[in-house]
């Protein structure tokens, strides 16, 4: 059983940075692929980005891509998402999730790809 907590959501003003972390409970947290992923009122949960087991390879939405940086550090049992140049449009509550495969695949990219998931942490971007 891994238990998931994210932290780090904020009140920020467009143009702003924020880092969002997620630490993990569990001996094998090294063994798992991450990911984060978003949820505006309304609409339904959408991937943002990923990392697989080592650190090694990451995934982007497009609408992040060049913004958003995911990392890892399995010494901390912890995964970051740094967000640079925030918009009105990434308003939304961010999870973090656990995928115990390890290695990234395309199910990855949708929530049911996920084994664990944090209870969310709310990001709003003012313009």
């Known amino acids: 059983q891994v238990q998931v907590v994210e932290s780090g959501g904020g009140l920020v003003q467009a143009g702003g940075s924020l880092r969002l972390s997620c630490a993990a409970s569990?001996?094998?947290?090294?063994?798992?692929?991450l990911g984060w992923f978003r949820q505006a009122p309304g609409k339904e949960r959408e991937f943002v980005a990923a990392i697989n087991w080592s650190g090694s390879t990451t995934y982007y939405a497009g609408s992040v891509k060049g913004r958003f940086t995911i990392s890892r550090d399995n010494a901390k049992n912890t995964v970051y998402l740094q967000m640079n140049s925030l918009k009105p449009e990434d308003t939304a509550v961010y999870y973090c999730?656990?995928?115990?495969?390890?290695?990234?695949?395309?199910?990855?990219?949708?929530?049911?790809?996920?084994?664990?998931w944090g209870q969310g942490t709310q990001v709003t971007v003012s313009s």
């Open positions: 569990g001996r094998t947290f090294s063994r798992y692929a």
């Open positions: 999730a656990a995928d115990s495969t390890g290695h990234f695949y395309s199910g990855n990219y949708y929530p049911d790809g996920y084994d664990y």
